[in-house]
C-alpha cells in the first residue's frame, strides 16, 4: 500500500449504529486529519492530530469521537449520527503540522450514509 | 483573517479549449499556495504549489504562478482534455493552518 488509504470506501448506517473509519498513512507523516466534505459545502477540518496528540478539534458534535493510537493511524468511531452527517469523509496526513511546505496528501474518503 | 476565494462553478469547456480558474486570497505573512484536484469518487489529490512570490508551480500541463502584488494563484491548461473533468481546489498554508477554497467544477466535452 502507498499514500493514505481509508477503510471502508462506502458505510451505511442506522441512527442507533456503531461503526468506525479507518485511515492508514504509509509516507512516514506525523501529523494527520480528518475532514467531512459535503455536498455544495467547503471542506470542513473536523480534527488534527500531530505526533498522536490532538491539537484541533472544530467544534465537532461529541458523537464522533478520534482516536490516534501511532502516527500511521487514524480512527473516526461513530455514535448515534444524524442523517446530516451523511458525507465524504477524508482523511489526510503532512510531514508535519507546523510550516509552509507541509502540504497534505488525502486518501479516497469513506462515502458515509445515515438512514 | 485568512481565506481562499475562487471562482465559481461548474465550468464547461470543449476540448482542447485554455482553462483558467481564478484564485484570489487573502493572508497573513507569507503562506504556501496549492492546486488540489478531485476526481469523481476519489479524495483530493495535490496538483500543483508554489511557496513564494513568483514561483510558478506546475504539473500534467498545468500552471499557477504565486502573484503576490494581486494576491492570485490562478490555474490555467492551454489545451484541456476529456481526463481533466474533475473539481479543483485552490488552498494556502500560514502556520499551522490550512484553508481551502470552495473547488470549481470542470467538465471538459469532446
Known sequence: ETGVTQTPRHLVMGMTNKKSLKCEQHLGHNAMYWYKQSAKKPLELMFVYSL????????VPSRFS??????SHLFLHLHTLQPEDSA??????????YGPSYEQYFGPGTRLTVT | ?????????????SEEAFLTINCTYTATGYPSLFWY??????????L?????????GSNKGFEATYRKETTSFHLEKGSVQVSDSAVYFCALITGNQFYFGTGTSLTVIP
Not at chain 1, 465524504?88 to 503540522?97: H, I, K, P, V
Not at chain 2, 485568512?2 to 462553478?9: A, I, K, L
Request: hydrophobic letters at 25%; proline letters at 7%; charged letters at 20%.
Open chain 1, 88 to 97: 465524504l469523509y477524508l482523511c489526510a496526513s503532512s510531514q508535519g503540522y
Open chain 2, 37 to 46: 484536484v478531485q476526481y469523481p469518487g476519489e479524495g483530493l489529490q495535490l
Open chain 1, 52 to 59: 498522536e496528540e490532538r491539537v484541533e478539534n472544530n467544534s
Open chain 1, 66 to 71: 478520534p482516536e490516534c493510537p501511532n502516527s
Open chain 2, 1 to 13: 483573517g485568512n481565506s481562499v476565494t475562487q471562482m465559481e462553478g461548474p465550468v464547461t469547456l
Open chain 2, 48 to 56: 500543483l504549489k508554489a511557496t513564494k512570490a513568483d514561483d510558478k
